[in-house]
């Protein structure tokens, strides 16, 4: 038995035991009575042999994390009713185990956890030994540790500071809490996080970027265990995959889908032997009992060990029921409908959802000339690189990063079209200038987006005479001209600033939203005429296609709305092209409501 460090003296003078040496469905077939089973009373392993390794991993102390993704139907609450018990007896310290609300969690523990741990001989007489008050319906409070039971969130995740740490129904938690709630272990060495789910969805939108989810994140560290059958024909192992469900698809007189025929017809191949198994109660409980998990991430975090099983591996289900949902699915994605589709996925095989999210297709075509035409700062036709009144005016705009920058260079004429000088890497801000030099662009006609290290940005827009500039979420700023109405900008007044090394810096606001609004209209062709070099880098092809419109809920509001959102990891000349784009703005040369 390891101690905690919240496991008092109490614990050990109630009694020490040598550790149990059985496994721990041993244990829990002895202990542990599920309320109003239908089966049986007892906890039974070979009712559920998907769960049975991630239980027997309680009792090994090095397990940092474990990740559950099972389908619906899997039972998977039978891993809160085996481990809680086995971890208040076998290897205690506090414990949080988190529901879907604070409802849900009153109602399990009610219904459900106290009658297992009150039944439970090994524990029950601690339980039985504490203040009526000391057991609640968020928490029992033992001498050596304590229990919490809560919704997922916020308030529940903060308090605690508890060993273990369970979350149930985990895809539906809201960004953030995952992390908020593996922080409530504090780094114990032998703290644990068990993470409980149905499949769900692979990205998140946060405002305008895409991000893995945090539950896929921990499925995607883990070492990512697939239920495997072993084929009694061939000896081979396989892991359960729904496309080895076979059916027929018939159709019936007037054209329907048959759908008796597909659930009458529905079998599973092994994929290496080609046998083919019925779909009988008992060969699909033969079948499971003689699965194994297989890992298949030998490049997972240690400690890290994840689970899943699709329902074609639970023996209870029937595989013609499984085809036939898959088929009905598959008939609502052909009517343009496909939640179907993702409920079956996620639900069923407890796989992610990925939404697909194609780059906008972005043709370039190449203007007629290259970058070394321009290379020295050469004049595009009859620019006039000293005159206050040149037809045609450059501007260059930076986008910094940690060690380097991206810079672009564009001559824009006053009717709004422009030209593509320059665009790539520079690893200084010294760099940048020099390049400016050389390109002939006027320091004030200098845009350096100030977001990431903003003091230093400023410090620099002092020292070279650049301006710093700040996308933001608003649709307009306000402008209040003297002697004339106020008006709406895609861009703010320009501001003054102390920088932090001394000196003032001017900067402004621009509307990320309704600025890229416009750059898209460019990229599209459907603007004024907006060029690029018929040798523009590989780089910038990628990057100008890196981020698209697409309809997403505001996370507090809820409300829908349309946002640019990042599609690709790199967007830094995308950006510095709707800097670009802020500047003919600025400038009266594209036109701002
Ligand atoms: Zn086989």
């Given at each position: 038995m390891s101690t905690d460090a919240d496991s008092p003296v109490e614990w050990c003078a109630s009694g020490w035991r040598a550790p149990d040496k059985r496994t721990v469905a041993e244990w829990a077939s002895e202990n542990v009575k599920i309320p109003n089973s239908a089966r049986s009373s007892s906890f039974d392993p070979t009712a559920s042999p998907w769960l049975a390794e991630p239980l027997e991993f309680f009792s090994d102390d090095t397990v940092k994390e474990q990740v559950l993704i099972l389908p619906t139907g899997a039972g998977k609450t039978t891993v809160f009713d085996v481990a809680i018990p086995y971890i208040i007896s076998e290897s205690p310290g506090s414990i949080l185990l988190s529901m879907q609300t604070d409802q849900d969690a009153k109602e399990h523990m009610e219904d459900r956890l106290l009658p297992i741990l009150k039944s439970c001989d090994p524990i029950a007489h601690a339980l039985a030994g504490v203040d009526r008050h000391a057991k609640r319906k968020d928490a029992v409070i033992l001498p050596h540790m304590s229990l919490f039971v809560g919704g997922a969130n916020k308030q529940n995740f903060q308090r605690k500071s508890v060993r273990y740490v369970f979350l149930d129904e985990?895809?539906?938690?809201?960004?953030?809490l995952i992390e908020e709630a593996r922080a409530r272990t504090h780094s114990r060495w032998n703290s644990r996080v068990i993470v409980v789910s149905q499949g769900g969805d692979q990205h998140v939108h946060l405002q305008s970027e895409r991000r893995d989810t945090e539950l896929y994140s921990a499925w995607m560290r883990s070492d990512r265990r697939e239920f495997s059958m072993l084929c009694p024909t061939c000896d081979e192992v396989s892991r359960w995959d729904f496309k080895n469900l076979k059916y027929e698809v018939a159709k019936t007189e007037d054209g329907r889908i048959d759908e008796a025929a597909i659930a009458q017809s529905a079998c599973y191949e092994c994929p290496l032997c080609q046998t083919r198994y019925e779909d009988k109660p008992d060969v699909r409980r033969g079948l499971s009992l003689a699965s194994r998990y297989v890992a298949t991430n030998p490049g997972g975090l240690p400690g890290h060990h994840g689970w899943h099983a699709p329902a074609v591996a639970l023996f209870h289900e029937r595989w013609g029921d499984l085809a036939l949902g898959w088929t009905r699915a598959q008939k609502a994605l052909s009517l343009g409908d496909q939640e179907p589709i993702k409920i079956f996925k996620t639900k069923r095989l407890a796989e992610f959802w990925r939404e697909e999210e194609t780059a906008p297709e972005v043709a370039l075509g190449g203007a007629g000339y290259i970058k070394s035409d321009y290379q020295n700062g050469e004049a595009w036709e009859d620019e006039e690189f000293e005159s206050r009144l040149s037809p045609i005016v450059r501007a260059m705009t930076i986008d910094r990063q940690r060690d380097h920058r991206w810079a672009v260079v564009r001559a824009w004429k006053r009717d709004g079209s422009s030209r593509l000088l320059w665009e790539g890497k520079v690893h200084t801000s010294e760099g940048v200038e020099e390049l400016r030099k050389r390109m002939n662009v006027r320091p004030t006609f200098v845009f350096q987006d100030a977001q990431f290290e903003t003091g230093q940005v400023y410090d620099e827009c002092v020292k070279f005479g650049w301006v710093a500039i700040h996308g933001a979420k608003d649709d307009g700023f306000m402008h209040f001209p003297k002697n004339k109405p106020a008006t709406k900008k895609f861009y703010s007044e320009l501001k003054r600033a102390s920088a932090p090394g001394g000196g003032t810096a001017l900067y402004l606001f621009w509307s990320n939203e309704k600025v890229k609004d416009v750059l898209a209209n460019l990229r599209g062709g459907k603007g004024a005429r907006w060029e690029t070099p018929d040798d523009v880098s590989g780089d910038y092809i990628h990057q100008i296609a890196s981020e698209v419109k697409r309809d997403v809920v505001n996370a507090t509001t809820k409300a829908v709305v349309s946002r640019w959102v990042r599609v690709r990891k790199d967007n830094h000349l995308w950006d510095c092209e709707a800097m670009q784009t802020v500047f003919a703005i600025f400038n009266g040369f594209l036109g701002s409501s």
């Open positions: 985990a895809w539906l938690i809201k960004h953030g």
